[in-house]
């Protein structure tokens, strides 16, 4: 193109069209328009180059970004985690504490009876028990309360009826001597007898039927050794269960979901 404007102009030079001075006058106009093409296509090879850093930068600010919002999304969980860990560990202390209070003052009620040794007061399997020794009760071999066994029980269910919204759960332990007699052919039935016979009683003596139940173990829930008379003196003995209320424990609600347990009014909406 350059080479053709040249062309050009100089034919027109030696026609007689231009003079010689205003043919060097285009021709520097024109290397200068040339030239100031070039600065311009250097400037828009710059700004492209500039763009496609701004881009690459832009890229990374965002990578940046998005791994920042991932990390603040992380901590973000984690301390929701450590604020529930918190909370939980919150609540296993006030209901341990409950727990302790009630142990002392279930131990106060009866500081009499296990001062004379007729119970004691003890946890087991995380729950809290009150144990009275199946010989001061009944006679060997009988499930019926011996006088001083019917009074001890009489003041035993006064004592557990005066503490509120708590229900009792009446176990039948044994030894391990065999017993097959035609009123009790096995340790299961003596021990279910004994447990029944105590579960009235309580009730005849002012204790809510709806708050206290029944079960036999036989011998199947040692204490001590079977193999000692001293051991199996205290594996006969009768076990008052202070039924340990689960709706106060941690994660009770997620066990119930999960259950898919429903109470009776959600189960006469949902019908």
Same mark, same amino acid.
């Given at each position: 193109? +350059?080479? @053709? @404007?040249?062309? @050009?102009?100089?034919?027109?030079? /030696?026609?007689?069209?231009?003079?010689?001075? *205003?043919y060097e006058e285009l021709e520097k106009k024109y290397k200068s328009t040339d030239a100031q093409k070039g600065d311009l296509q250097k400037?828009?090879?710059? #700004?492209? %180059?500039?763009?496609?850093?701004?881009?690459?930068?832009?890229?990374?600010?965002?990578?940046?970004?998005?791994?920042?919002?991932?990390?603040? #999304?992380k901590l973000q969980a984690s301390v929701k985690e450590m604020q529930e860990a918190i909370a939980d560990l919150t609540k296993r202390k006030q209901e341990t504490e409950k727990r302790i209070k009630e142990f002392r003052?279930?131990?106060? *009620? /009866?500081? +009499?009876? @296990?001062?004379?040794?007729?119970?004691?007061?003890k946890i087991m399997d995380g729950r809290m028990v009150v144990a009275l020794n199946s010989d001061v009760l009944f006679s060997s071999g009988s499930a019926r309360l011996s006088k001083d066994g #019917?009074?001890?029980?009489?003041?035993?269910?006064?004592?557990?009826?005066?503490?509120?919204?708590k229900k009792y759960q009446?176990?039948?332990?044994?030894?391990?001597?065999?017993?097959?007699?035609?009123v /009790?052919?096995?340790?299961?039935?003596l021990a279910s007898a004994r447990s029944l016979r105590v579960l009235k009683k309580m009730i005849e003596a002012g204790l809510s039927a709806d708050r206290i139940s029944a079960a036999s173990f036989g011998e199947y829930n040692?204490?001590?050794s079977n193999d000692t008379k001293e051991g199996r003196q205290q594996n006969r003995r009768i076990e008052i269960i202070i039924v340990p209320d689960l709706?106060?424990?941690?994660? /009770?609600?997620?066990? +119930?979901?999960? %259950?898919?347990?429903?109470?009776?009014?959600?189960?006469?909406?949902?019908?």
């Open positions: 193109m +350059k080479q @053709i @404007i040249i062309a @050009i102009l100089s034919l027109m030079v /030696f026609s007689g069209c231009v003079s010689s001075s *205003k400037q828009l090879e710059q #700004s492209n %180059s500039k763009i496609e850093e701004m881009r690459l930068l832009i890229t990374e600010l965002q990578n940046q970004l998005g791994n920042t919002s991932r990390d603040k #999304s003052d279930l131990t106060s *009620k /009866f500081k +009499k009876f @296990i001062d004379t040794g007729r119970l004691s007061v #019917s009074a001890a029980i009489e003041e035993v269910a006064l004592l557990l009826a005066s503490i509120p919204e009446v176990e039948g332990h044994t030894d391990n001597v065999p017993i097959r007699t035609k /009790f052919p096995s340790n299961w039935d040692p204490v001590a709706s106060n424990l941690p994660g /009770f609600e997620e066990l +119930k979901q999960m %259950s898919g347990e429903q109470n009776p009014v959600d189960k006469v909406k949902a019908l």
